[in-house]
């Protein structure tokens, strides 16, 4: 694994931590990659890599994104991430867990761990044996326990706001709204879609999910492919990642496209200036999915529900921004909300500019 520095340096990352444990077999790697707003959040994801390499750059890169992440919510949090080499289904044990969370105790808080891709609550009230930082514990343990109905929230308002820039309207009353995915988030949008009046088109490749929307909420079933050349006027991607590509892209003939999904664009660059020279509005996805961030930011605060479904709301906020600054400076959406997010990262930088008296462990002031 030669060039770490060298990838570190690329994106401009502050550490990684390479834990190794022969007795529990723990194999990790802990990414900090901004710690301008406050300490890095980001999940714990177990995985099957290739090799160390692959399991670098993913590290590196999703790190990287929770900064973004963070900063656009207006949480004070940067962005890290965890991977444990592994097998998630036959791999797990209390101990290796644990291990882990000795890790990242040893970090003293500058890291703090949750969740992710491969891993579970349960994992994570293992890890909270060793150590008080990590959050997105179960309601039982008094966590903040599962996020989507908060990011659904937020993906509700996020919606509500491109609408009204998009169509001028405030109401979704009679808009045709195609839902990829009804499983945890989806299945809370559309109960929100439908309480607003608007008509739903559901797909998913799980019969009981889009079974209980079809009753509940009297959506109608598209086909799996068909959702994106379907008459709609919003697409909604809460299921799978990378469905907004060269093949689909040109299919779309909605006027918007605002889902909860993470990592939507299957190349970020190209994609965006793709939907963006159809003329379709998109949310950027790590914006008005940030609702489950939040969630579990406000849990290290002591969790307050009704406090973390506000702040989801506070979406429809921030997505006018990026509209607004999107529009002046002629860029992509994608584009406008990395830079809210850069601008929101330097400005909080700045004020450590201001000298703050504190004492240091040997008693004498030190600046921090
Ligand atoms: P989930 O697994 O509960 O739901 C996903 C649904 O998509 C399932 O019902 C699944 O059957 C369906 N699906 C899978 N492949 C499909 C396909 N090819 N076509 C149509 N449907 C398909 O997951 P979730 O927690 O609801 O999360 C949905 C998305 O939102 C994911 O991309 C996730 O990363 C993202 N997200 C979730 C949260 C959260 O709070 N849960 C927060 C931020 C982002």
């Given at each position: 694994m030669s060039n770490v520095f060298e990838s570190m340096n690329q994106k401009d990352h502050e550490q990684v931590v390479f834990c190794h444990d022969s007795d529990t077999k723990l194999k990790a790697i802990i990414a900090i990659h901004d710690t301008t707003i406050g300490p890095a959040l980001g999940g714990c994801r177990m995985w099957e890599y290739a090799n160390e390499k692959e399991a670098l750059t993913d590290v590196l890169r999703l790190s990287r994104g929770m900064s973004y992440k963070a900063a656009i919510a207006n949480l004070n949090l940067g962005g890290g991430k965890a991977v444990i080499f592994g097998n998630s289904k036959t791999d797990k044990s209390e101990i290796l867990f644990r291990s882990f969370g000795r890790f990242v105790d040893g970090l003293d808080g500058r890291y703090i761990t949750a969740e992710d891709v491969g891993t579970t609550v349960k994992d994570m009230e293992w890890v909270r044996m060793e150590t008080e930082y990590v959050t997105g514990i179960s309601r039982a343990l008094g966590g903040s326990g599962d996020p989507s109905p908060v990011t659904a929230l937020g993906t509700y308002a996020g919606l509500q706001a491109c609408v009204k820039r998009k169509l001028g309207k405030d109401s979704l009353r009679g808009l045709k709204v195609g839902v990829q995915g009804v499983g945890h988030v989806g299945y809370y949008l559309c109960q929100h879609l439908y309480r607003a009046g608007a008509k739903l088109f559901v797909t998913d490749i799980d019969e009981i999910s889009l079974k209980r929307v079809v009753n509940e909420f009297r959506a109608n079933v598209l086909g799996l492919d068909d959702i994106y050349d379907a008459d709609l006027d919003i697409y909604a991607p809460c299921?799978?990642?990378?469905?907004?590509?060269?093949?689909?892209?040109?299919?779309?003939?909605?006027?918007?496209?605002?889902?909860?999904?993470?990592?939507?664009?299957?190349?970020?660059?190209?994609?965006?200036?793709?939907?963006?020279?159809?003329?379709?509005?998109?949310?950027?996805?790590?914006?008005?999915?940030?609702?489950?961030?939040?969630?579990?930011?406000?849990?290290?605060?002591?969790?307050?529900?009704?406090?973390?479904?506000?702040?989801?709301?506070?979406?429809?906020?921030?997505?006018?921004?990026?509209?607004?600054?999107?529009?002046?400076?002629?860029?992509?959406?994608?584009?406008?909300?990395?830079?809210?997010?850069?601008?929101?990262?330097?400005?909080?930088?700045?004020?450590?500019?201001?000298?703050?008296?504190?004492?240091?462990?040997?008693?004498?002031r030190d600046n921090n």
């Amino acid at each position: 694994m030669s060039n770490v520095f060298e990838s570190m340096n690329q994106k401009d990352h502050e550490q990684v931590v390479f834990c190794h444990d022969s007795d529990t077999k723990l194999k990790a790697i802990i990414a900090i990659h901004d710690t301008t707003i406050g300490p890095a959040l980001g999940g714990c994801r177990m995985w099957e890599y290739a090799n160390e390499k692959e399991a670098l750059t993913d590290v590196l890169r999703l790190s990287r994104g929770m900064s973004y992440k963070a900063a656009i919510a207006n949480l004070n949090l940067g962005g890290g991430k965890a991977v444990i080499f592994g097998n998630s289904k036959t791999d797990k044990s209390e101990i290796l867990f644990r291990s882990f969370g000795r890790f990242v105790d040893g970090l003293d808080g500058r890291y703090i761990t949750a969740e992710d891709v491969g891993t579970t609550v349960k994992d994570m009230e293992w890890v909270r044996m060793e150590t008080e930082y990590v959050t997105g514990i179960s309601r039982a343990l008094g966590g903040s326990g599962d996020p989507s109905p908060v990011t659904a929230l937020g993906t509700y308002a996020g919606l509500q706001a491109c609408v009204k820039r998009k169509l001028g309207k405030d109401s979704l009353r009679g808009l045709k709204v195609g839902v990829q995915g009804v499983g945890h988030v989806g299945y809370y949008l559309c109960q929100h879609l439908y309480r607003a009046g608007a008509k739903l088109f559901v797909t998913d490749i799980d019969e009981i999910s889009l079974k209980r929307v079809v009753n509940e909420f009297r959506a109608n079933v598209l086909g799996l492919d068909d959702i994106y050349d379907a008459d709609l006027d919003i697409y909604a991607p809460c299921a799978l990642g990378a469905t907004l590509n060269d093949v689909t892209i040109p299919k779309l003939k909605c006027s918007i496209v605002a889902g909860a999904a993470n990592n939507q664009l299957g190349k970020e660059s190209r994609h965006s200036t793709m939907i963006e020279n159809r003329d379709i509005l998109y949310a950027p996805d790590y914006a008005i999915n940030a609702g489950g961030l939040i969630n579990v930011a406000n849990e290290i605060e002591g969790y307050n529900r009704e406090r973390a479904f506000s702040q989801a709301e506070s979406i429809y906020d921030t997505l006018m921004v990026i509209f607004d600054l999107a529009d002046s400076e002629k860029v992509s959406t994608h584009t406008a909300a990395s830079k809210v997010a850069e601008r929101r990262m330097a400005d909080v930088a700045k004020l450590k500019n201001i000298y703050l008296p504190r004492k240091n462990v040997m008693g004498k002031r030190d600046n921090n």
